[in-house]
């Protein structure tokens, strides 16, 4: 996390480097005022597309990539584990033995004596093996979903800074210059949907996540 954060946080100290604080003379209202004004320059100028480059293009497209390498790596291995489960499961016979998926039948470890005991069981509810498979599953697709959601709503900013450093004109004072208001807008207003919305994902695709919340805010209890 360390590292991250200083990769993160690192090149904007050379942005904001560009910037001076001082008395400087402003002549739309005639007084010298305390301000940092930006210094153009060509030095500058390399320096700011060199930063750009790393906050805008790199480092996003290796979040868009670590990010879908990571959710196919986790959603192969919840499947790898759901099938060996189901797999490993006996299902008793009507001669008292228990079969696997290959057709093979073993002597059965338990046996039921009684309709009553087929009844309790049958009432008691999935198996814990079902249950633990139907919860992976649940992880796989909140994983894909939110994985999903982040890509879609950082993908404009990616595109916007590459357009910035791909196209001259890409600039707020451009030829561009509405196209790149419209883009930035448009990124600033993905960046916070992704915050928001995972609360929501989790609230519907996680149960005790869900419980948890009803508890807290009272939701669904009788007065």
Excluded at 35 to 63: C, K, M, W
Excluded at 122 to 145: D, N
Excluded at 151 to 169: D, E, K, R, T
Aim: net charge positive; proline share 4%.
């Amino acid at each position: 996390m360390i590292i991250i954060f200083i990769i993160t946080i690192g090149p904007y100290f050379f942005i904001y480097g560009n910037y001076r604080i001082g008395w400087y003379y402003y002549a739309d209202v005639n007084r010298t005022l305390l301000g940092a004004p930006y210094h153009d320059g060509e030095v500058n100028n390399i320096v700011d597309r060199i930063v750009f480059s790393v906050l805008g293009t790199l480092l996003p497209q290796f979040s868009f990539v670590s990010t879908c390498i990571c959710t196919v790596y986790l959603v192969i291995h919840l499947r790898k584990a759901s099938k060996f489960r189901k797999s490993h499961t006996r299902a008793p016979t009507a001669h008292g033995e228990t079969s696997n998926d290959d057709g093979e039948k073993t002597p059965a470890t338990t046996e039921i004596s009684t309709s009553r005991d087929l009844q309790k069981s049958v009432l008691a509810g999935p198996s814990s093996t079902s249950r633990s498979m139907s919860k992976e599953e649940r992880v796989a697709k909140t994983v894909v979903i939110i994985a999903a959601v982040f890509i879609v709503c950082f993908f404009p900013g990616c595109v916007a800074f590459m357009l910035y450093i791909a196209l001259p004109g890409f600039t707020l004072y451009g030829v561009y210059g509405q196209l790149f208001v419209l883009m930035f807008n448009f990124t600033y207003l993905t960046e916070p949907i992704n915050s928001g919305i995972n609360l929501f994902i989790y609230y519907s695709m996680g149960t005790n996540f869900r419980m948890v919340v009803n508890e807290m805010f009272g939701i669904g209890k009788k007065s």
